[in-house]
């Protein structure tokens, strides 16, 4: 497809076990962006890749989150001994070189049980 | 540090009336704006962009305003509808990175 597209679109873990969390961006595109929505709550920014660019992980929320991401393609991230606090929705996007506008996928919704 | 700022985590407009979607942002070296609009259970789509170069652009029924000087952006919806309901994201751009506002959850009640 030509859009950003997620796996799994929900996920249903218990609590302490690792789940990662899958993106794949729009073709061509350089840059790629992943945020959390907890219920009720905004948009939480987590880690930014930007080509082949040391990546900003500053929204990442403790050394239990990573993320990789090889060259221009997919994106991971993974959560290791998930708590009840990590339930969100997981959305990541993309955008081009040119950056008019930044493209999201359906998301990942996240329960840990 | 929060750089781009939604104060208000939600709006209730009737139906018909304009809805004002406020965001406020701290960098002055971000140079282009845009707003999105997400529903429930779906990622959010872009709505509308603006410029730094311009104070104003409109799409139908979606006007956005651009006031540099305040470091404010807002996005006026007129006339509402129900189908409007949704949460609204504010995003700004310093020419390297997007940064999003919290979003507005807004309810146009019919």
């Known amino acids: 497809g030509a859009g950003v597209s997620q796996s799994p679109s929900n996920k249903v873990t218990e609590k302490g076990k690792d789940v990662e969390l899958r993106c794949d961006p729009i073709s061509g595109h350089t840059a790629l962006y992943w945020y959390r929505q907890r219920l009720g709550q905004g948009l939480e920014f987590l880690i930014y890749?930007?080509?082949?660019?040391?990546?900003?992980k500053s929204g990442l929320p403790s050394d239990r989150f990573s993320a990789e991401r090889t060259g221009e393609s997919v994106s991971t991230l993974t959560i290791q001994r998930t708590q009840q606090e990590d339930s969100a929705v997981y959305l990541c996007?993309?955008?081009?070189?040119?950056?008019?506008?930044?493209?999201f996928g359906q998301g990942t919704r996240l329960t840990v049980v | 540090d929060q750089q781009v700022k939604q104060n208000s985590p939600s709006l209730s407009v009737q139906e018909g009336r304009i809805s004002i979607l406020n965001c406020d942002y701290t960098?002055?070296?971000?140079?282009?704006f845009l707003w999105y609009k997400k529903y429930p259970a779906e990622g959010p789509t872009f709505l509308i962009s603006?410029?730094?170069?311009?104070d104003k652009n409109e799409d139908g029924r979606f006007t956005v305003f651009l006031n540099k000087s305040a470091k404010h952006l807002s996005l006026h919806i007129v006339p509402s509808q129900p189908g409007d309901s949704a949460v609204y994201f504010c995003?700004?751009?310093?020419?390297?990175?997007?940064?999003f506002g919290t979003g507005t959850s807004l309810t146009v009640i019919p």
């Open positions: 995003a700004a751009d310093t020419g390297n990175q997007f940064y």
């Open positions: 960098n002055s070296m971000f140079d282009y």
């Open positions: 890749f930007q080509g082949n660019s040391a990546p900003d």
């Open positions: 996007a993309s955008s081009s070189y040119m950056r008019t506008e930044a493209f």
């Open positions: 603006i410029s730094s170069i311009k």
